[in-house]
Each structure stands twice: as C-alpha cells, then as structure tokens.
C-alpha cells in the first residue's frame, strides 16, 4: 500500500481469524481490545511516538470468547477487525525464530531484504552491513523506550516477539498509561511476576537486544561479534541520555547542569511519595 506521500505501509488485519502462523487462539480479536488499540495507536502517532497506525476498525458478528482478567470466567463479547498499517511488521523475534531453527540462509536472505527496504543509509555491499543494523536497532530501541517513559506508558508484553526491528510501538494488548509515577505500575493482569513493569522496560528493551545478538552471531565474524557486543553495553548510555533530555524538556530545563539529573529523580520520588 501506497500513501500520496510516495511511502509504503503494510496492512495487517487484527482478528480476522487464523492465519499459517497462529498458535493456539482462534485468531480473533474483541471489540473492546480493537478499540483500544485504535485510539491508543492514533494517540500515541500525535504525542510524537514511532508506532503503527490505525486505519478502519470493523465490528463482527462472530461471538468471540474471552476470560479478561485471568480468572476463569469466560464470557461471550463482540468481535471486531482492526485494519492496521506500518512500515514493516517485522520483529526481532521475525530473525530469532530462523536463528533457533538453523536457517541461516534464509535469515541472511531476509534481513538483506530488511536492511534494503528499511535502513537506505547502510550499503548493501558494506561487509559490516549486520553490525550497522544491528547499532542502529540498539540506538533506536532505547530511543523508543525512553519516549514510553516520557508519556508514562507501559506496553504490558515486552517480548521479542512484540519488539519491531523498525523501533516502532506494536501490537497493543494490555497496555497502560500510569495516572500518577509508580515504577511497579503494571497493566497486564496476567503478569503475575511483573516482569514487563513500566520500570523494568528499558531493562526487557535490554533483554531483548541482547536475543537480537544472539541471532545475528551467525552471521558475523568474531571481530564482528566483538564490536557488537561493544554496541551493546552502550545501550543503557543511549536510554540514560534520551530519558534525562525529553524529562529536561518536560521540566523546561535548558543548558546542562551537574544537578538537573538529581532534580529529575527528585521530583519522580516526591510523585511516588504523594
């Protein structure tokens, strides 16, 4: 799909029933969810946050059934079918799945055509190809991360699998916003360890960037794998530095001063206190 703008999307369907790659769901979605994920993707595009977007959202006959909070009551709700669009909708887990099953060329194959189609500033016939993708997600993952801590937003299912090799925000499930600073904030009821906290985002972004390692590793020379680790151990300077500049700007402070680091987590622990 083409917009008048000359870029491409790709169009995904959400709920419209199973496809060759679903596991054990049925493959649909509910009306209350597809709402959600409408408003919330369109909300977050205009708080300046790289996401997928919403482009119709269907109501279905089909009943769908659901238990929504985990405690075995299932009910019957209305479907719906949330058209989407993206730049790409590849993950890291698109890459760790093909790593795991030995399908080195095929992985080669795909995240050739990954960088060709969306990093146009490295070269294809760059021998480092791999290691400039691979610093460009770390860089842009944190990027990312630190924005959703901006607006105080929590994704609810941080896996590999949810992480958009594009550093976009996708798939929207239990996702939240905190009304008031708390870094044990978690909306996803069914996260019983709370391993996808709000304040343990940037260290799953981590987690996640480090399979994304372990993926390419095949790919690249031990110089290669050397450097990348390198790459990695900068990622938590990235989000450090992102986070403490958009909370600067959130406080109107200007210039550089030794102690605007202790005021930002100053004012979160008063937020936490009240």
């Known amino acids: 799909y083409f917009c008048r ?3 491409r999307w790709e ?18 979605a509910v009306l209350r969810s597809s709402v959600r994920e409408f408003l919330c993707s369109e909300a977050m ?8 977007r919403a ?3 269907v109501v279905s006959d089909d009943d769908v059934w659901r238990d929504q909070f985990y405690n075995g009551n299932i009910k019957k709700e209305r479907g719906a079918i949330v058209l989407r669009l993206a730049k790409s ?11 795991h099953s030995g399908e080195l060329d095929l992985l080669r194959r795909l995240l050739d055509f990954i960088i060709q189609e969306h990093f146009p500033s490295i070269a294809m016939n760059d021998s480092n190809r791999y290691l ?6 770390v860089s842009e993952t944190a990027n990312l991360i630190a924005l959703w801590m901006s607006v105080g937003f929590a994704h609810g299912v941080c896996n590999t699998d949810n992480f958009s090799l594009l550093s976009i925000t996708i798939d929207y499930g239990p996702f939240g916003f905190m009304d008031s600073y708390d ?12 391993r996808y906290k709000i304040g343990n985002q940037a260290n799953v972004g981590l987690f996640n960037l480090s399979k994304l390692l372990q993926a390419l590793k095949p790919l690249l020379d031990p110089g290669q794998n050397q450097l990348a680790s390198q790459i990695l151990e900068g990622y938590g300077e990235h989000y450090y530095s992102r986070f403490t500049e958009l909370f600067k700007r959130k406080l109107g402070l200007l210039g550089e001063n030794e102690n605007d680091n202790y005021l930002i987590a100053f004012l979160l622990r008063v937020s936490l206190l009240g």
């Open 5 to 7: 703008h000359g870029e």
């Open 11 to 28: 169009l995904q369907l959400k709920g419209s029933g199973k496809t060759p790659y679903s596991r054990n769901g049925d493959g649909r």
């Open 45 to 52: 595009h205009y708080l300046g946050i790289p996401t997928s």
């Open 55 to 57: 482009a119709s959202l």
């Open 89 to 99: 909708w590849f993950r890291i887990g698109s890459l760790e799945i093909l790593a």
């Open 132 to 137: 400039e993708f691979f610093s460009t997600v």
């Open 183 to 194: 870094p044990n904030f978690v909306p996803n009821t069914s996260d019983d360890e709370r």
